[in-house]
């Protein structure tokens, strides 16, 4: 592992590894914010480029769909042409899909950039871990995926107010741009500090790589047009579903019976994996569901510009930041379990002062409980990423992180889903119950102290009568969805302990120490 990085000192050693961390760290952190980022400039985008809502949600799915199909390909890529090799093609490959993203000047075009930019750095998040571990040796890999989570975790929560940002002051395409000089930097980096691995090439299996991705594509494009048609009372929805389902099917029986299978889920019969991949896609859902909830409860609720919502929810950001680098710091010398036990009852107690949030709620109180949340994200995050890997062989290892990477998404785009549908058909339920309430018997109805505005005998009254109503029941409907994911968080805690920890080697913990 160490002898691909060249006969030089120990003082070289680790100066080598600090750069290969920044340079796979920057690389990732382009990647993974660039689905935020976006996301902010979309109003913008859509009145640009004369989009209906319908079309301009493709620029996110685009690069998401790409993204998830191109993830399962990246360890025979790899094998075939060497990680360092790939991971500059795909770094290259973005950027340059970047540039061309910013210049397009029609939806159709910016889509197909998009649908570029996400299988070509659709690499880039899985090479990075494999990389790392392998540069880093294992009593060390607390310390780098620590550092590397940073990156990761910090993307998504900063994505939002830097795109409002970068929309509000120099237009959207910028947020495309953005990427050019910190690809360039990334790319010298990769090349100059990266070593190559050892190339394995065998025979690519095209069926199990078609099922996959026409499934993945199929299940993705179900879940994000099922809440517009009202899921499977829709034909289209049922299609989806089923086309889904079959191609997932062919891609088991395809992946078990083949000789040289695209993904070996033999990965499965490790223990440690397959409790991590499970971690992952519960951490894929209460993280980017929480991020997706937290920006329409303070712009459709409170009415906070999409600045200043952004800007409320940095300091969730220095929270994971400062759990990650304690993380990263100790989890060489303490149980990473107890660590993601800990995480995970401060994730359910920031849902739990989420779903006690309303219309009154203080900017203060949003920003401490955002600190909270950030923190337990950063103390589960990097655990899942050391122990996950740390009884596969180095072999097994980009094989294992795409699978990793694409289950991660899958619970994000999954939970996402289902808070959003919650969110919509609870706020009507909740809507319903409270008209229940306003009928000319109701004495509170005509109680004094209620505002004047609200009266029932004229339109103007029952109009305004009703928006309270309406904002009542998105409240209603919020507290239960965060309600929801403290569950999710609580009842995670016991699976922890499937976990298995690596037997510790003293002579091997001070060789890393003094490392």
Avoid at 40 to 67: E, F, R
Avoid at 371 to 387: A, K, S
Avoid at 473 to 497: E, G, V
Wanted: net charge neutral.
């Amino acid at each position: 592992m160490d002898s691909a990085l060249g006969v030089i000192s120990p003082s070289g050693f680790k100066l080598r590894r600090g750069w290969v961390l920044a340079a796979v760290m920057l690389a990732s952190l382009m990647q993974v914010i660039d689905v935020t980022i976006a996301a902010t400039a979309i109003p913008n985008m859509q009145g640009n480029l004369s989009a209906s809502p319908d079309q301009i949600s493709w620029v996110l799915t685009s690069y998401i769909i790409s993204t998830a199909i191109m993830t399962p390909a990246v360890g025979w890529l790899s094998a075939r042409i060497g990680r360092r090799r790939l991971f500059m093609i795909s770094l290259a490959g973005f950027t340059v899909a970047s540039l061309a993203c910013g210049q397009a000047s029609s939806l159709e075009e910016l889509v197909m950039w998009r649908l570029f930019q996400g299988a070509l750095g659709a690499p880039m998040m899985p090479l990075s871990q494999a990389i790392l571990l392998d540069v880093f040796p294992r009593q060390r890999h607390g310390f780098a995926m620590g550092i590397w989570s940073v990156g990761l975790m910090i993307g998504p929560i900063i994505g939002p107010a830097l795109g409002g940002y970068i929309t509000e002051v120099y237009g959207w395409p910028w947020i495309f741009y953005i990427n050019l000089p910190l690809g360039v930097v990334a790319l010298l980096g990769i090349r100059a500090f990266v070593p190559e691995s050892e190339r394995q090439p065998r025979p690519f299996d095209f069926l199990s790589f078609s099922a996959l991705g026409l499934g993945v594509g199929s299940f993705q494009v179900m879940l994000d047009r099922g809440e517009l048609l009202d899921w499977f009372s829709s034909l289209e929805i049922m299609v989806e579903a089923g086309i889904a389902a079959a191609c997932f099917y062919v891609f088991i029986v395809s992946a078990l019976t083949a000789k040289h299978p695209l993904v070996d889920l033999r990965l499965f019969r490790d223990r440690n994996f397959a409790v991590g991949i499970w971690f992952v896609f519960m951490f894929g859902l209460l993280l980017l569901t929480g991020i997706a909830l937290m920006p329409l409860f303070l712009q459709n609720l409170l009415d906070y510009p999409v600045i200043v919502s952004g800007n409320v929810l940095v300091p969730r950001g220095f929270g994971a930041m400062a759990a990650m680098v304690v993380t990263a710091r100790f989890l060489d010398r303490i149980d990473g379990r107890w660590l993601m036990g800990i995480g995970l009852m401060l994730l359910a107690y920031a849902m739990w002062e989420h779903s006690h949030f309303t219309a009154d709620v203080s900017v203060f109180t949003i920003s401490w409980v955002g600190v909270i949340q950030g923190f337990g994200l950063g103390l589960v995050f990097v655990p899942i990423n050391t122990l996950t890997f740390v009884t596969l062989s180095p072999e097994h290892r980009t094989e294992a992180a795409g699978m990793f990477n694409l289950v991660r998404n899958a619970g994000a785009s999954i939970g996402v889903s289902i808070v959003i549908g919650q969110l919509i058909r609870n706020t009507q339920i909740s809507h319903e119950e409270l008209v229940g309430y306003i009928t000319p018997f109701n004495e509170m109805i005509r109680a004094p102290f209620l505002p004047e505005v609200w009266r029932l005998s004229d339109v103007a009254g029952l109009l305004a009568l009703n928006n309270e109503i309406t904002r009542q029941a998105s409240t209603i409907a919020f507290q239960n969805d965060f309600k929801l994911l403290m569950f999710l968080a609580l009842l995670n805690i016991p699976i922890l302990f499937f976990f298995r920890l690596p037997k510790k080697d003293l002579k091997t913990t001070n060789t890393a120490t003094a490392e």
